[in-house]
């Protein structure tokens, strides 16, 4: 495994936030101005830390959302009603305040996007954020590494990154966008319309024999589903990346 | 404390339980699941773990084999380095001291190596002495294939990345080989009360 961009120690930084972007009525984006910011690559994250006014912090990981190319660095959250620091982030924060963060971190779940292997994006809910990094990153650098991303949410109202993903898939790069819709959809759909599964994915999915480079990320129950899956369809286990995240306390 | 994030209060615990809580974590209910991929699914009867490495003789089990050792149940506070910890768990085990038993070694570090590829570094004197377990029950029953099943280490004074899922082996070496977080920018140590969280923590 070869050493990655993060090298030394990780210090805490402030990031002001300079804009404030509501994704869905959930999930919000921070666009921070981190002065000193030493770059990170597509599909890390940061820990962000809060400080009350007797001391009292806590923290929490979150994923960057902005390529390595933006010169601000944009985190994606979603609130959770019953958490403590994403009501916070989702909510509270307003544009100039100071959020301290240090990072980035992981050095696996990365695409840096100098492999000739074709991508396959699996996303669930919020776990489209490191994803996004990866799907900027590449248009950042008009990339043309044949790329499809196949994004589960709950609604239409859920889709994060709605628009973009629609402008950036109809610029005919090799880029390409599936979404299903879990719950609800709106008339005339013409998505899927159910959980991910082992026909959605084999339509979707890259041929085995083209040996993609497999990225997944979402609540747990869906990133086992989804990597199961692809185990089974025969892609090597090796090749498929996850990252989960719990629905617990953030 | 110079800076104070503007309206956050935060959700505060009890003095009893803030002490039992490493600096930067915070109490969950459930069992998160972390894997870097997809869950290795491995049929007992395909199972075994060895010692092997710095060794006279390696030492392996098959699962009849591991299953007849004398087992311990443990309880114990669990910290991931994503920042929950879970307190009190509940494992049944075989004490990595009962599979050391009578070998002698000059090695100092120990790689746990699993199913699927994964691998953690540390000294071997964290993984003696009481300190650590192939666990295979989680509160009272099989220990399920997200987390770690059929078996799995549980060395819970260290972040639970230290802890391999789906265990195959120790292998015993004179020098340190930093395993497969710590070459991806995790702490080669991971103490949680140190903070032990990243490269230079």
């Known amino acids: 495994m070869a050493r990655t961009a993060v090298l030394g120690r990780l210090i805490w930084q402030f990031g002001t936030v300079a804009e404030l972007v509501q994704e869905t009525p959930k999930v919000a984006s921070l666009i921070l101005d981190v002065p000193g910011w030493t770059g990170h690559l597509a599909g890390q994250h940061v820990d962000v830390r809060l400080t009350a006014d007797d001391g009292y912090q ?12 933006d010169s601000r660095l944009a985190i994606t959250v979603e609130r959770l009603d019953d958490g403590e620091v994403s009501p916070y982030l989702v909510g509270e924060v307003r544009t100039g305040d100071k959020v301290e963060l240090r990072g980035p971190i992981g050095g696996y779940f990365v695409w840096r996007g100098d492999d000739e292997r074709p991508v396959l994006l699996v996303a669930g809910g919020s776990g489209v954020v490191p994803l996004m990094a990866m799907i900027r990153h590449r248009a950042a650098n008009h990339l043309k590494t044949p790329t499809r991303l196949l994004y589960s949410s709950r609604s239409y109202e859920d889709i994060i990154y709605r628009a973009e ?6 610029a005919g790069d090799g880029l390409t966008v599936a979404h299903t819709l ?8 013409t998505g899927y319309a159910r959980r991910l599964d082992s026909a959605m994915l084999a339509e979707v999915a890259w041929p085995k024999a083209q040996a993609p480079i ?6 747990t129950p869906m990133v086992e589903n989804a990597a199961s899956l692809l185990v089974e369809m025969g892609f090597d286990p090796a090749s498929v990346k996850t990252e989960r995240f719990g629905a617990t306390g953030g | 404390m110079s800076f104070i994030s503007r309206g956050f209060r935060g959700k505060r615990r009890d003095t009893a339980s803030s002490s039992r809580l490493p600096p930067g974590q915070y109490v969950v209910n459930d069992f998160p699941v972390l894997s870097a991929g997809p869950t290795p699914r491995i049929p007992v009867a395909e199972w075994s773990f060895v010692i092997e490495g710095e060794i006279d003789k390696p030492r392996s089990w098959t699962w009849d084999e ?14 991931c380095v994503t920042k929950w910890s879970k307190f009190d768990t509940g494992w049944t085990g075989v004490s990595v001291d009962t599979l050391m038993e009578g070998v002698d070694t000059a090695a100092e570090f120990v790689i746990e190596f699993s199913y699927g590829g994964y691998t953690t570094n540390l000294p071997l004197d964290d993984v003696t002495g009481g300190k ?3 666990a295979f029950e989680f509160d009272g029953q099989p220990l399920h294939p997200e987390h770690g099943g059929p078996a799995r280490m549980l060395v819970p004074h260290l972040y639970f990345w230290k802890s391999a899922k789906w265990i195959r082996g120790l292998r015993l070496v004179n020098e340190d080989h930093p395993g497969f ?3 991806n920018g995790y702490h080669n140590y991971g103490d949680p009360w140190r903070e032990q969280r990243y490269w230079g923590d």
Do not use: N
Not at chain 1, 214 to 219: K, N, S
Not at chain 2, 67 to 73: A, F, I, M, S, Y
């Open chain 1, 182 to 189: 879990t719950r609800m959809q709106p008339a005339g759909w």
């Open chain 2, 66 to 79: 591991f299953r007849k050792l004398p087992t311990e149940q443990v309880t114990k506070d669990i910290h």
């Open chain 1, 165 to 170: 993903l629609d402008r950036l898939a109809s």
């Open chain 2, 181 to 183: 977080w710590e070459t």
């Open chain 1, 58 to 69: 806590a923290q929490r990981s979150y994923s960057i959302a902005s390529p390595p190319e």
């Open chain 2, 132 to 134: 650590a377990w192939v």
């Open chain 1, 214 to 219: 497999v990225y997944v990320c979402g609540p």
